[in-house]
């Protein structure tokens, strides 16, 4: 019996997702603090609905919109995030480690003290997305369009954003190796104050 | 609420709207116009829009870019929130850029920004196909 139950138990935690939670939320348009870990929700239009604090974890949302969505809280380690339209969407305090989010969709998203770890943000269109507070760490950024993005209070360094359109960026109290500094400098980003270039560490 | 309002917006901008052969500055810019090979550049933009700023500043006055744009097409601007919008030109996001024969069909469309050189290709590509 307790064998039987381990196994439910087991089988459950890999299955991840709540049915219930996805039925709710297709239905209200609001799911607060619900479990969509591991669930394909892939080409969904989720735009304008509030998900706030839910996990995401492992979830497909590939081609899907959440325009305007409000997010805030949520989880989306390891998420697939390819093409995925966040546009104005409030990912404040959202967890966003090792996402797959090449192509991504963040115009003018608030990602204020987001966590990006080991993060794939590469080719995604950035335009006017506030990073502030955000902990930014070995998270490509190569050839994604950060133009007029705000980076206040981070540390970049670590980061690549080889190719990277930075027109406009705005960057305060943040670090930034010599190459970057370079590049975005040539990129006519905006140096607003305490912004540190150094030595890339190896 | 969002869609109802989006939906809202779409109805009345259809309702106000007008064919792109009835638009003054369209058909000024073929009275103008002594070489009728030249396609329409319209480009929908808004003020508070970086990447169309972007586009304006930066990638249409890249010399490779300037010189084709102003041996292939007239550049007619839109500002969304200021301005009539032709029928039949509908949009997701700003810029996004319309190119129109004389006859007033759309024969390309370019969403977003992008550097110089991608955008002179996708320009290029698009003059070819239409020649």
């Known amino acids: ?202 | 609420m969002i869609k109802i309002f989006f939906l809202f917006i779409l109805m009345v901008s259809s309702i106000c709207a007008m064919q792109i052969t009835q638009d003054l500055s369209f058909q000024n810019v073929y009275k103008n116009n002594q070489n009728n090979e030249k396609l329409v550049l319209m480009l929908y933009s808004a003020e508070t829009c970086p990447q169309c700023a972007y586009m304006k500043q930066k990638v249409f006055k890249d010399i490779e870019v300037k010189k084709f744009m102003d041996k292939q097409f007239v550049i007619l601007e839109k500002d969304v929130n200021k301005d009539n919008l032709p029928q039949g030109f509908d949009y997701f996001g700003i810029p996004t850029m319309f190119f129109i024969n004389k006859e007033g069909n759309q024969v390309g469309k370019i969403i977003g920004s992008s550097r110089a050189k991608p955008f002179l290709q996708q320009i290029q590509n698009i003059v070819k196909e239409n020649r």
């Open chain 1, 1 to 202: 019996m307790k064998l039987l139950l381990f196994s439910i138990a087991i089988s459950l935690t890999l299955y991840g997702y709540d049915q219930m939670d996805i039925d709710k939320l297709l239905k209200d348009e609001e799911c607060k603090v619900c479990d969509f870990s591991n669930a394909d929700l892939s080409g969904i239009d989720l735009s304008g609905f509030d998900i706030q604090e839910s996990d995401f974890q492992n979830a497909n949302l590939e081609n899907s919109n959440l325009f305007m969505t409000e997010l805030e809280g949520c989880n989306f380690q390891g998420a697939n995030l390819q093409n995925t339209i966040f546009w104005k969407a409030n990912l404040q305090f959202s967890n966003l480690t090792n996402v797959k989010a090449k192509r991504a969709n963040f115009k003018g998203a608030n990602l204020q003290n987001s966590t990006l770890k080991n993060s794939d943000l590469s080719y995604s269109i950035s335009w006017k997305a506030d990073f502030t507070d955000a902990s930014i760490d070995t998270t490509d950024f190569s050839n994604s369009e950060l133009g007029d993005a705000k980076f206040y209070h981070n540390d970049i360094s670590s980061s690549n954003l080889k190719g990277a359109i930075l027109w406009q960026t705005k960057f305060k109290d943040t670090t930034l190796t010599f190459e970057q500094c370079n590049d975005a400098k040539k990129e006519e980003a905006l140096f607003l104050e305490n912004v540190i270039c150094q030595k890339k560490e190896q």
